[in-house]
């Protein structure tokens, strides 16, 4: 091979190969910029989906919040009428660390809030009827079916409220110290909630409190119902045949137009069913403790034990 053929014959090998690479070098580009598009593609929709749920998070703290605030301030107004040592305690726990929670359909709670510095374990999460009308989960239709007006959670640290608009100040007030006082004790003072005399021995001392803010804030007229439902219970307790915590709650008598002289008027039939329950369970404790002769500890006890079963919310 002559000299020039050589070189021209090393020219084409040289152009073939750079012509090779070039042809690589384009393939694993156009594979990376695919990728590149592909992750993009991805990355935004991902990005979206994010600030989708931002905004649905924003949207339901926004429609939340008030209605914390509602509440904390009817409890606020409640626990300064009553000037309860007790009750200044648990709104200052609930101050500190009630963060803001919506129900999720599988009966856990998606957080909106915390306040800053919070230590506890403690949310507040109102139940909405949208709330029942989208796939909800048993745990809160099932909440939703009681009337207790509040529950406290212990395993999580939740409280839930419902029924909101229908409820006044001085109700919606005695009803979150109550839950409140629970959730506090639970998360400073941990006690087994599963074990049936220890949870109504908790219930005991929030019962306790919640009378004391009554009588406080119903004054003398609500001092003098409950004399009257106390005569009315002592009548059942004269026949030996009858047991108090047998006939719970169906013991419960109408005192509508002595209740709104004394709260205000209520603002549903729920209510007026709240605040005779509130009388009811103050009237069987205090007959217990001041007239009941007997062990009045375990018929304390014994009541407020089959009041609960008959809620459906202890197991017997
Ligand atoms: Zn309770």
């Known amino acids: 091979m002559s000299k020039k053929r050589k070189k021209q ?5 040289t152009t073939k190969k750079t012509s090779y690479r070039n042809t690589v070098i384009f393939i ?4 990376l910029a695919t990728v590149a598009v592909i992750w ?20 339901a703290r926004r429609q939340r919040e008030p209605i914390k605030d509602d509440w904390m301030k009817a409890a606020e107004l409640v626990a300064s009428r009553s000037q309860n040592a007790q009750a200044k305690e648990v709104m200052n726990f609930l101050t500190k660390n009630l963060g803001l929670a919506r129900p999720y359909p599988n009966g856990g709670i998606q957080l909106l809030d915390v306040p800053d510095g919070a230590q506890y374990k403690a949310f507040f999460c109102p139940i ?22 509040g529950m406290t959670d212990y395993e999580n640290g939740i409280i839930t409220v419902g029924m909101g608009d229908s409820l006044g100040q001085i109700t919606k007030g005695i009803i979150l110290l109550h839950e409140g006082n629970h959730l506090r004790q ?5 006690f087994n909630h599963h074990d049936n005399a220890k949870y109504t021995e908790e219930e005991i001392r929030v019962y306790k409190t919640q009378h004391e803010i009554l009588a406080a804030v119903g004054g003398e007229l609500y001092e003098q119902l409950l004399v009257k439902e106390m005569d009315r219970i002592g009548k059942y307790l004269t026949d030996s045949n009858v047991v108090l915590e047998d006939k719970v709650p169906f013991l419960r008598h109408e005192y509508y137009t002595e209740l709104n002289a004394i709260f205000g008027p209520s603002k549903s039939l729920y209510e007026r069913d709240a605040l005779q329950t ?22 304390a006890h014994s009541f407020i034990y089959s009041f609960y079963v008959h809620a459906d919310l202890l197991k017997q």
């Not at 993009?40 to 998070?57: C, P, R």
């Open 9 to 13: 014959h090393q020219v084409t090998k």
């Open 278 to 299: 509130f009388l009811y369970t103050n009237g069987v404790m205090k007959y217990i403790e001041t007239r009941y002769v007997g062990d009045k500890e375990a018929m």
């Open 128 to 149: 909405l009827p949208s709330d029942l009308l989208s796939k909800m989960g048993e745990i809160w239709q099932r909440w939703n079916s009681m009337s207790s007006g």
């Open 186 to 190: 639970s998360q400073l003072f941990p």
């Open 40 to 59: 993009y593609m991805g990355y935004a929709k991902e990005q979206k989906q994010k600030e989708f749920n931002q905004q649905m998070l924003e949207s």
């Open 28 to 31: 694993i580009c156009l594979v």
